[in-house]
């Protein structure tokens, strides 16, 4: 079964970019594509990209402008950019297995991220 | 970007009990491209559902979905324990992929 684990600072300030990774364990990340989603406090949930394991990627346009997603295969790790962040940004973060780029059939836990001075 | 809309909000029931929710969407979702997830309070999501009726790997048989274009429906035949959860829809016929605001099922 493969798991999921990521990993990054649960504070930051505004104006910073924030930067997640995501190990990807029990199984290769060659040959999927791989997932970011976020929830913010009380609300739905918002995917933020994809990327595949050659690095070919896909975002939402609403943070298209702000985010940088990249792939290790050495290291089993995907990982976020997410730059000039705001309060709004404040989320739990996920990372997901996303089938053809379509839905997402394994999840990490989600880390929390908080944007504040 | 095509928008989700789930109802209820919450629905109320008890164990045993058949749960319907529905998700419809602002435009035809292709190819019945919609999945269903079940999210515990601080758990990540779980897939229960993919292609609107295809229940995903070590989903009991009592989780089904129907439904195409516009209109779709998870249905939970008789509630467990562990069913009472949050549930979201979330389309990959178009991007970007979008997700409903989720029903609640509790006691």
């Known amino acids: 079964q493969v798991l999921l684990q990521e990993s990054g600072p649960g504070l930051i300030k505004p104006s910073e970019t924030l930067s997640l990774s995501c190990t990807v364990s029990?199984?290769?990340?060659?040959?999927?594509?791989w997932s970011w989603i976020r929830q913010p406090p009380g609300k739905d949930l918002e995917w933020i990209g994809n990327i595949y394991y050659s690095g070919d990627t896909k975002f939402n346009p609403s943070l298209k402008s702000r985010v940088t997603l990249s792939v290790d295969t050495s290291k089993n790790q995907f990982s976020l950019n997410l730059s000039a962040v705001t309060s709004a940004d404040t989320a739990v973060y996920y990372c997901?297995?996303?089938?053809?780029?379509?839905?997402?059939?394994?999840w990490g836990k989600g880390t929390t991220v908080t944007v504040s001075s | 970007e095509i928008v989700l809309t789930q109802s209820p909000d919450t629905l109320s029931l008890s164990p045993g009990e058949r749960a319907t929710m529905s998700c419809r969407a602002s435009e035809n979702v292709r190819i019945s491209y919609l999945a269903w997830y079940q999210q515990k309070p601080g758990q990540a999501p779980r897939l229960l559902i993919y292609g609107a009726s295809s229940r995903a790997t070590g989903i009991p048989d009592r989780f089904s979905g129907s439904g195409s274009g516009t209109d779709f429906t998870l249905t939970i035949s008789r509630l467990e324990p562990e069913d009472f959860a949050v549930y979201y829809c979330?389309?990959?016929?178009?991007?970007?992929?979008?997700f409903g605001p989720g029903t609640k099922v509790d006691i």
């Open positions: 029990s199984g290769s990340i060659s040959g999927y594509y």
């Open positions: 997901a297995r996303i089938i053809w780029g379509l839905y997402m059939d394994v």
């Open positions: 979330q389309q990959y016929g178009s991007s970007p992929l979008t």
